[in-house]
């Protein structure tokens, strides 16, 4: 019951509107106004201010708005928890990973987790890591790989692996024969990056901005795929890291020197938050595969 009303709380509160709550919930106006009610007598507050033509939080409405999606959220966990099956012979993942990981990353741990453990529903989401902070955060993801720049508190880093960033080049290149360059020949340089929502380009922009360097960037995406087609089929390179070009037999890695572009990769969770057998195995199996990384 005590479910219930903060479901239907929260609907009112997202859309503040009972009509437009009651529809989204498949409920009638009326039941739906019922329960809202026999809440806010439970509660001896008022949650909502019905008086004007749009619906309201009231003072009262606003504090218990916090507490209501607090309690949603452990609702929702408390219920995975009973599902979870401890010999992972059924189960589901959320996984929210960073584009420039997809390629030499998380390839190999889904491969090796789906190996041992294939009755797992897998769901993969590659996005940003502001986003997936958010969603850890939210509950909507149970891990996170990305790098160890955490914004949030509340969120745990595990560290997996340090990686270099290259100059990658396709083989046409003129600099396609050189092991490493120096900094300042990326100013001669015409770019493809990542779009700036990316960690990636963040760390990039800063480490020019460090160095003086000042390449012209012609191009962008908001797709790590989109940035190598077109390093593949333009004169344009990038920075990206250099396993990833040797995922790629028409791309090269060149080693920046003598400041190297570094960063470490980390396997992210909500501090707190119920940990199923499968997001376990996962965590252990991303450390082990990373550890035979060679980056």
């Given at each position: 019951?005590?479910?219930?009303?903060?479901?239907?709380?929260?609907?009112?509160a997202?859309?503040?509107?009972?009509?437009?709550?009651?529809?989204?919930?498949?409920?009638?106006?009326?039941?739906?106004s019922?329960?809202?009610?026999?809440?806010?007598?439970?509660?001896?507050?008022?949650?909502?201010?019905?008086?004007?033509?749009?619906?309201?939080?009231?003072?009262?409405?606003?504090?218990?708005?916090?507490?209501?999606?607090?309690?949603?959220?452990?609702?929702?966990?408390?219920?995975?928890?009973?599902?979870?099956?401890?010999?992972?012979?059924?189960?589901?993942?959320?996984?929210?990973?960073?584009?420039?990981?997809?390629?030499?990353?998380?390839?190999?741990?889904?491969?090796?987790?789906?190996?041992?453990?294939?009755?797992?529903?897998?769901?993969?989401?590659?996005?940003?890591?502001?986003?997936?902070?958010?969603?850890?955060?939210?509950?909507?993801?149970?891990?996170?790989?990305?790098?160890?720049?955490?914004?949030?508190?509340?969120?745990?880093?595990?560290?997996?692996?340090?990686?270099?960033?290259?100059?990658?080049?396709?083989?046409?290149?003129?600099?396609?024969k050189?092991?490493?360059?120096?900094?300042?020949?990326?100013?001669?340089?015409?770019?493809?990056?990542?779009?700036t929502?990316?960690?990636?380009?963040?760390?990039?922009?800063?480490?020019?901005?460090?160095?003086?360097?000042?390449?012209?960037?012609?191009?962008?995406?908001?797709?790590?795929?989109?940035?190598?087609?077109?390093?593949?089929?333009?004169?344009?390179?990038?920075?990206?890291?250099?396993?990833t070009?040797?995922?790629?037999?028409?791309?090269?890695?060149?080693?920046?020197?003598?400041?190297?572009?570094?960063?470490?990769?980390?396997?992210?969770?909500?501090?707190?938050a119920?940990?199923?057998?499968?997001?376990?195995?996962?965590?252990?199996?991303?450390?082990?595969?990373?550890?035979?990384?060679?980056?």
């Open positions: 019951m005590l479910a219930r009303h903060i479901q239907y709380f929260l609907a009112v997202e859309h503040l509107s009972f009509t437009k709550a009651a529809a989204a919930l498949y409920v009638s106006q009326p039941a739906l019922q329960q809202v009610r026999q809440l806010e007598e439970s509660l001896g507050a008022q949650l909502f201010d019905r008086s004007g033509r749009t619906t309201r939080l009231t003072d009262a409405g606003d504090v218990y708005l916090q507490y209501a999606r607090r309690a949603a959220q452990e609702l929702r966990e408390a219920k995975r928890a009973i599902h979870d099956v401890s010999d992972l012979s059924r189960g589901s993942l959320r996984v929210g990973v960073t584009p420039t990981f997809t390629t030499y990353l998380v390839g190999p741990v889904v491969e090796a987790f789906h190996a041992r453990y294939p009755k797992i529903t897998l769901n993969l989401k590659e996005i940003s890591q502001e986003r997936i902070e958010d969603l850890l955060l939210a509950g909507e993801l149970d891990v996170g790989i990305a790098f160890d720049e955490v914004n949030s508190p509340d969120i745990d880093a595990v560290p997996l692996l340090d990686e270099t960033l290259a100059l990658v080049v396709s083989r046409r290149h003129p600099l396609a050189e092991t490493s360059v120096g900094l300042q020949a990326l100013n001669g340089e015409s770019l493809v990056l990542l779009s929502e990316f960690a990636t380009r963040d760390q990039i922009d800063r480490y020019c901005r460090e160095h003086g360097i000042h390449p012209q960037v012609l191009m962008e995406a908001n797709a790590l795929g989109a940035v190598i087609e077109i390093v593949r089929r333009t004169p344009l390179s990038t920075l990206l890291p250099a396993k070009a040797f995922a790629h037999d028409d791309l090269v890695a060149i080693t920046l020197e003598p400041e190297r572009l570094q960063r470490t990769a980390v396997l992210m969770r909500r501090k707190g119920y940990q199923s057998a499968a997001a376990r195995v996962f965590t252990e199996l991303a450390k082990e595969v990373s550890t035979q990384l060679d980056v």
